[in-house]
């Protein structure tokens, strides 16, 4: 079976930081892309950050220069350092990943941002 963990998250004041963490098993995770959505209630999953299997990572447009994902291969887990956080960044966050042509998702995380 698979299963993807996620710890972290919370409340934090704007200009603050968190870290997310999503651990995996059941899939061969040296060899998967991971990635970070985000989702506001009534609206869709955003992607944030996506790692692929050779570390060359992608960022959405809102977080770059803030966030930073990376993975620990040993450890089966993919990060999130979130910086810098604004009240936009406000949202449930899901690591993601793709195996055997199935999507898998974490449980989900909310943080939220204070002024």
């Known amino acids: 079976q698979v299963h993807l963990v996620q710890s972290g998250g919370g409340l934090v004041q704007a200009g603050g930081s968190l870290r997310l963490s999503c651990r995996t098993s059941?899939?061969?995770?040296?060899?998967?892309?991971m990635a970070w959505y985000r989702q506001d209630p009534g609206k869709q999953r955003d992607l944030v950050a996506a790692?692929?299997?050779?570390?060359?990572?992608n960022y959405a447009d809102s977080v770059k220069g803030r966030f930073s994902i990376s993975r620990d291969n040993a450890r089966a887990t993919v990060y999130l350092q979130m910086n810098s956080l604004k009240l936009e960044d406000t949202a449930n966050y899901y690591c993601q990943t793709t195996w055997r042509a199935l999507n898998y998702w974490g449980q989900g995380t909310q943080v939220t941002v204070s002024s």
């Open positions: 790692i692929s299997s050779d570390g060359s990572t």
């Open positions: 059941g899939i061969n995770f040296k060899i998967s892309r």
